[in-house]
């Protein structure tokens, strides 16, 4: 059965955004750049400099805890989660709602997240994006310069330098706070983990269970702070197949078997002391049109700029001078037609966490930003051409401002709720 669309909850429909009433606007006070100051203030060090979520957690919430276990499920949007039976249940009473950010990209999000900064302040805004230095459009996944053989950490520079500010895991109450981060063994250390994680220790694993028994371990070993556990399997099937699959839910529903294990696996007063949160990066859009940039219209752009960039279903439009402004986006408006629409910089610029005249946001964001509306995504060279009818294919896709790109669920239970429903 595939799971029924959530309804929009009264406090989110202020954030649709005027521009685009189909398109829904991030809210910085209370988006993903809120939760790692939440999580410090539930454990006794509330960053005073940062907005956090502890007043807007359900009642049933602890507000002081010992531990958190942080469950990041790349792209476990409301529509993933509802494949879990028992996820689902425990919202009733623990979960609440955090926006994502814009763009809903991977990078650009899980940024936010840990460095509990909008993007505009951490200084990733997206995913394929120009930087001066080195002047080009970047990968901000692998940290890596579109069409090089090695990423610019390999080469020996320093991507921490296109910070703006430090984030909340490099500040000095980092080090009241620890914490640590599993994920899997490939991007330990290497592109983005090297930006979003700060001081945190990072351990690797190979397959997703044996990082739920290490964090099992490290959850009894440690007797405060917080152990994350960043999962990419959602996402990654979710690209391929669509959230809108019943089969998806095999996934969905071995991580729920994974945290009912975690749960019953600690002493009852380690369970006690520790608080389960799980969050998202984004939801996902169903793609049914690809645009493409071949044969005249991509020759044209491409000449008119330079750069483009893409956050998924977001174009970021580079130009070489402001004089033909106009015309690329006269062209842009005409390829896309009401399938989206371009945007100056100064009226995208609040979406990051921008002022309209901020010179080094728009570096990055782009001097035009093009914004597709629900069900159409660019096609450009991240993801190929499928070859022949076995191929894998982009079925969905994120970057945009939709209702289930934009809101994701954030679960806030006691792992001890956890352990008394985990044989259920």
Request: hydrophobic share 40%.
């Amino acid at each position: 059965m595939l799971p029924d669309h959530f309804p929009t909850p009264e406090d989110m429909s202020h954030l649709r955004w005027e521009a685009e009433p189909n398109c829904y606007r991030p809210d910085y006070a209370r988006a993903l750049s809120t939760v790692f100051p939440t999580i410090y203030s539930l454990l006794g060090h509330p960053p005073d400099d940062r907005p956090n979520m502890a007043e807007l957690l359900p009642a049933a919430v602890p507000r002081r805890v010992k531990r958190v276990f942080v469950l990041c499920v790349d792209s476990m949007g409301f529509k993933e989660m509802a494949y879990s039976p028992w996820f689902s249940e425990h919202y009733k009473a623990f979960g609440t709602w955090v926006s994502s950010v814009f763009p809903s990209i991977t990078s650009c999000a899980l940024s936010s997240l840990y460095q509990g900064l909008p993007p505009a302040r951490h200084g990733i805004l997206g995913h394929l994006v120009w930087k001066d230095f080195p002047g080009g459009v970047v990968d901000m996944l692998k940290m890596q310069v579109v069409g090089a053989r090695s990423s610019l950490v390999q080469s020996g520079f320093q991507v921490n330098q296109w910070k703006r500010e430090p984030g909340l895991l490099e500040t000095p109450l980092s080090a009241e706070v620890p914490g640590m981060n599993l994920m899997p063994f490939p991007i330990v250390r290497s592109g983005l983990s090297t930006y979003s994680y700060g001081n945190t220790r990072m351990v690797g694993f190979a397959q997703p269970v044996e990082g739920f028994t290490k964090a099992s371990q490290i959850l009894q070993d440690i007797d405060h702070g917080w152990v994350g556990l960043y999962l990419d399997m959602v996402d990654s099937l979710s690209h391929v197949i669509t959230h809108d699959a019943p089969q998806f839910g095999i996934t969905v529903r071995f991580i729920e078997d994974c945290v009912r294990w975690l749960a019953s696996s600690l002493p009852a007063d380690v369970a006690e002391e520790t608080l389960f949160l799980m969050i998202a990066d984004h939801g996902q859009d169903v793609i049914q049109e690809m645009l493409t940039l071949d044969g005249e219209h991509g020759e044209w752009l491409r000449s008119h700029t330079r750069g483009l960039g893409f956050s998924g279903r977001v174009m970021h439009v580079y130009l070489n001078g402001a004089a033909n402004g106009r015309a690329v986006k006269d062209g842009l408006t005409s390829l896309m037609g009401d399938r989206g629409r371009i945007y100056d910089f100064a009226d995208a610029a609040p979406l990051v966490g921008a002022a309209p005249d901020d010179a080094w946001a728009r570096q990055t964001l782009g001097d035009q930003v093009a914004i597709l509306h629900e069900g159409f995504c660019w096609e450009n060279l991240e993801f190929g051409r499928p070859r022949g009818p076995y191929d894998t294919r982009l079925l969905s896709q994120h970057g945009g401002m939709t209702w289930d790109e934009m809101f994701v669920p954030m679960l806030t239970a006691p792992m001890s709720e956890l352990a008394a429903t985990a044989r259920d």
